[in-house]
Structures are given as C-alpha cells and as structure tokens.
C-alpha cells in the first residue's frame, strides 16, 4: 500500500469517526420541549383574551404558576451540561398548564355568560323596581332622604348598565348590588308608608259606594276625587260619565287637619257655592263645605289631646276650580281642574251635589299588581 | 502522525462547540421585560387591553424561543434578539399610544364635565324659575335630589380625574351628563306647563 493511499484512508476514517461524534453528540443531547412549552402558552394566552383572571380566576392563576414551573424548570436544566438535561418536569408542567389553562378557557366562558344573563335578568328587574317606585311614589310626598337613595339607586343603575355594555360583568355585578340596595330598601320603607295611608281603604270604599248609590238613587250627578291616581270622576245615575285629571295640594297625602298644611281633605262634602267671573280668581270654582261635621269634631279632639296647638285653624275654602293642566300638585288643598273641564262640569253640577273625596278609589293590592 | 489527527479532531470539536455556543441576550431580555413592565405601569392593560395582550404574548413567545435556543447544542439567538428588539420597541410605542388614549379619554372628561356643569348651572336657574309654593311638590323634590346625587358624581369624578383614573370617571360623568340632560328636558317641559 502506497503512502497516498494510507493518508486517504487515515482521512477517511477521521472524517467518518468525526462525523460519529457529531451524530453521537445529537443523539445524546435530549430534545427539547418547545412543542409542549408553546401550547401551554398558547392556551394561557387563549385564557386571558378570554378573561379568565377576571372569570375564572382559580383555574387561571393555577395554569400561570404551572406555566412559570416549565419555564423556570426549563431555565434550570438549561444551567446543566447538555447531555444531562432532563425536560420531562418541564413538559409535564407545560402539560398540566395547559390542561388548566383550557379549563380556565371554558370555565370563565361559562362563567361569563352565567354571569352577564343573570345581570341582564337583574337589570331588568331593577328597572321595573324603577317603573314602580316612579309609578307609585312619583308624585307621593316622599322624606327626603329616601328620594336621596332613589336617585343614587338610578344612577348606579345606569353605570352598572355602561359597565355591562362594556362587558365589564364583576364591575356591573358591583354597582347593580349597590343600585339593588338603595333601590329595594327605599321601596320597602316607601311601601310601608303608603300601606298606611291605605289602611284607611275599607272606609274610603264605603264612601264611594254611598255617593254612586245616591248618584243612581236620585238620578243625579256625585263628584268623586281620587288622590292617589288624581283623578275626578264625575257620575250621573250611578255610571261613570267624566274622568279628569286632578291637581292637587302640594302635600296632598292624608286628611287635612289644619289650615296652611296644603293638604286635600278626604270625606263626603256638597258643593256650597257656584263661583265664577269675578267670584274667583281660579276661572270657575264650586266651593264646598269643608270643614264639615266629621273634620270639626276631629279638629277638636286633636286641639284637646294636644296635637294640635289652641291657635289652630281647621281652614276652609276648598274648591274645586280652574287653572289646573300643570301637571304637578300645586294648590293650598283644593282641586284644580283645567278650564275646558270646568266649563263642562260647572254647567251639569248644581248646589247640593256631593263631592266625595277618597285617598284611592282603588286598593294598593289591586294598584300594585296593575304595576 | 497519530498525535496530529487526535490533535485536530479535539480541534475541530471544539470550534465545533464554540461556533454553536452563541451568547444569551440577557441584557436584552431585561431590556424587553422593563418595557413591558413600564407600559403595565402606564396602563396600557386599561386603555389599550387589547394592545398590552399583544405585547405580553409576544414577549412570551421570544422567552419562549430564548429558552429553545439555550436547550440546543449549536444556539443561535440572532432571532430571538430582532425579536427582543420588536418587543421593546412595540412595547414603547404602547407606551405612546397609551399616553396619547389617556389624554384623549381624560380631555372627554374635562369637556364632558364641563357641559355638564353649564346643563347643572341652567337646570339650578330653572329650578329657581319654578314659581313658589311649587317647590313641595314631589316631583320638583325627587329632581332636586337627583341634582344633589348628580353634583355628587360630578365631584367623584373630578376626583378620579384628579387621581388619574379617566376611564373610570367618564363612566361616571357619561352617566352624570345623561342624567342632568333628562333632568333640564323634564323641567322645561314643567315650567312650559306652569306658564299655560
């Protein structure tokens, strides 16, 4: 064997036991785990575009420690010489991370959805609490304090539905609690404050069947003045011929007692006196008989019992009259009406005729189902 | 003879070694991961989430690609370093942008509030204009109540502007404006009444 034949083999077989190393070198370095370590961070990733820190705040914090193990585990082996990295810790965390991180995925999903139709059920139901407490006590002497918490009650409502549009759900779950809050309690204590005004309704319903008796019995005409729906109905025979709306006084709740309160007072009275021209300053008035007999000897014994001071006036003048249309209660205690409906009922009604006037011609029970 | 091959081959093995060992952009990475920090403390999560997402994705990934890298025998971190580099600067420009939505949103406010301080300043002269002996009434009174509530939003939210929390004072302020605008509808409506 030739010299150059002996080099070209020595060449050979260094080249071939290099490249041996190399594949030897390959073989033994362990693969690592990219594969495993990408999919959980793409399904952390998934999870919170998804919100589910917000949604699914257990399950996402688990799949973000289990994420931060692979990648603080991948760290460590990497501080290792190469061929004794070991990636099996680190790909079962990247698998756990990303078994939690798809179950944080779903469950804020769920979560989510749960949440914004339950908040959309809740919205709904506030709002009608709205609809009720504005059609119950819009125009009801209410403390102040209450109105106080109605309106901060509506306006939390309303964040909270900004919130919600904004798919902020936990944000609009805190405000409607807060809006639930002042609104229900204001309604409850509300509620029972108007429940005792109609604990008077049994006798109010008497009242009103008496006068429509007596409106069928003569064949006559009978006035009666329901407060609470403000409302004047106007009866010949014993049927119902006109149905007006009634301002009243400015504190309109509960019978008058005394002059100055701007209160309408309740009970059976007769027009006294036609008034019209010059004889009022109101269009048209039909004066009735208030005090009567029942309102004298109830503003006796509260002067008696002390209630009342000894200077008291029971008042007197209460009309029902012109001017009205304004659409708030405005009046000292009488009943304003609008021109037009004066002249129609100032021609029909006559001296003598009965004015009923009754808290509610209609029970709460009866109001609050019709909501 | 035999020394020289075994000479060369250690020879070709390390340069072999060290042509793969290229070195980690740890600087770079701490550069990156500031910037990301800096536009969380900016708020991008706030007023631009969807942005801030995208940058913490990013970041991951790069992290992600270091770690492949520092797990091979021959590594190369030419990419991961264009990319570090596309983080910090996407991250800066968040930063911008971020600063420029603050502004925006926190000018929305001043002007939101300002309107609704004129709507509140006119709805108290209509009030006013109410003749008296109306002002018992129920409604003029749960009006004045929702003008107390509405000067109490007013006041939070300026507040929260103050404290820098925009987003959460235009909600308010938005909700306050609104409000005060039915408020003035309402009472010109009643006063229209009154003067029939």
Redesign the interface.
Known sequence: MNRKVKISLIIAGGAIFILLIVLLLFRLVPEPPVVSVSKAREALSAARLNKAGTYSPVPYREAEALFDSAMANWQKENKRFIWFRDFEKVKKFAEMSGKKSAEALQSSTLNAEDLKTRLIHRIDSVNNLILTLDKLFNSYPLEPEIRTRISKGKLLLKEAEIEYKKGEYFRAGNRLADSEDLLLTSYQSSLANIEEYFSAFSLWKKWIDKTVSESKRNRSYSVIIDKFAHKCYIYYNGIRKYEFTAELGINWVGDKRVKGDKTTPEGHYRIVKKLSKSGTKYYKALLIDYPNKEDTERFRKEISAGTLPRSADIGGLIEIHGNGGKGIDWTDGCVALTDSEMDIIFDILKVSTPVTIVGSAVGLQEILKGK | ?KNR?SM??AA??MV?ILVGCGKEPVAMVDAAKAAVAAAKTAQADIYLPAEF?AL??SL??V??EI??Q????FKSFSAPKLKLDQVTAMANEVVTKTGIRKEEVKSADVGLLAELTTVMQENTGLIAKA?K??E???????I???M???Q??MTEAQTLVDKGAFMDAH??V???K??AVGINTELK??IA??K?
């Open positions: 003879m091959i060369g081959i070709l093995m072999a997402a913490q994705d991951d990934v992290l992600t770690e492949s520092k797990s091979k025998l003749p002996g109306k018992g009434q129920a409604v003029l009174e749960q004045r109540a929702e107390t509530e509405i109490g939003s909600n308010k938005t909700v306050a609104e409000k409506e009643a009444k009154v029939r």
